[in-house]
T-cell receptor, first 114, second 115 residues
Framework: GEDVEQSLFLSVREGDSSVINCTYTDSSSTYLYWYKQEPGAGLQLLTYIFSNMDMKQDQRLTVLLNKKDKHLSLRIADTQTGDSAIYFCAERSRPGGSQGNLIFGKGTKLSVKP | GAGVSQTPSNKVTEKGKYVELRCDPISGHTALYWYRQSLGQGPEFLIYFQGTGAADDSGLPNDRFFAVRPEGSVSTLKIQRTERGDSAVYLC?????????????FGQGTRLTVV
């Protein structure tokens, strides 16, 4: 079945790079997403990558996709205290079905220490 | 409004009661999604509307859950005979069209507590 796995916690120092990893099981996934959730706030889409790409860069964010290993990572360069949040990996699969059904991981809580 | 609006922000209800949760999507967004997020978990898909019709309701956990979107804008998630296990944050999102084409914008959620 469909499943998305993430490590639950990551702690880094301000200014360092953060790497959040995710594995997924559905090889038919077409899009993979990274969302950010701050305390008391809604989910914010950070970036997404189409399954035929292996890398996408957007300012401090770099997404790497290894389709063979079904592994997705999000790298945040020069991590700031404002980056402290929970980061969710999500996949959209079911090419024959709903366009709206995202499968989310449990989230990785990123703590940034000054 | 500027974003997706969900009301109420918090709802406490007694076990066995009926509740309605409301979602006002961004104006002009034809797609609307409901998710449920339990404590310490990622959001779990419930139902997806394209216009007025439910394009995919495969995530609704049982027949106590029902959602409508009669005019293709506001949506209401209805839960009958609530159980303590229904306690969660219910998230609504909307987008212009297909999820892969555009970003889905999430509301702040309704925190439902069943006591």
């Amino acid at each position: 079945g469909e499943d998305v796995e993430q490590s639950l916690f990551l702690s880094v120092r301000e200014g360092d790079s953060s790497v959040i990893n995710c594995t997924y099981t559905d090889s038919s996934s077409t899009y993979l997403y990274w969302y950010k959730q701050e305390p008391g706030a809604g989910l914010q889409l950070l970036t997404y990558i189409f399954s035929n790409m292996d890398m996408k860069q957007d300012q401090r964010l770099t997404v790497l996709l290894n389709k063979k290993d079904k592994h997705l990572s999000l790298r945040i360069a020069d991590t700031q205290t404002g980056d402290s949040a929970i980061y969710f990996c999500a996949e959209r699969s079911r090419p024959g079905g709903s366009q709206g059904n995202l499968i989310f991981g449990k989230g990785t809580k990123l703590s940034v220490k000054p | 409004g500027a974003g997706v609006s969900q009301t109420p922000s918090n709802k406490v209800t007694e076990k066995g009661k009926y509740v309605e949760l409301r979602c006002d999507p961004i104006s002009g967004h034809t797609a609307l999604y409901w998710y449920r997020q339990s404590l310490g978990q990622g959001p779990e898909f419930l139902i997806y509307f394209q216009g007025t019709g439910a394009a995919d309701d495969s995530g609704l956990p049982n027949d106590r859950f029902f959602a409508v979107r009669p005019e293709g804008s506001v949506s209401t998630l209805k839960i009958q005979r609530t159980e303590r296990g229904d306690s969660a944050v219910y998230l609504c999102a909307s987008s212009l069209g297909r999820l892969e084409d555009t970003e889905a914008f999430f509301g702040q959620g309704t925190r439902l507590t069943v006591v």
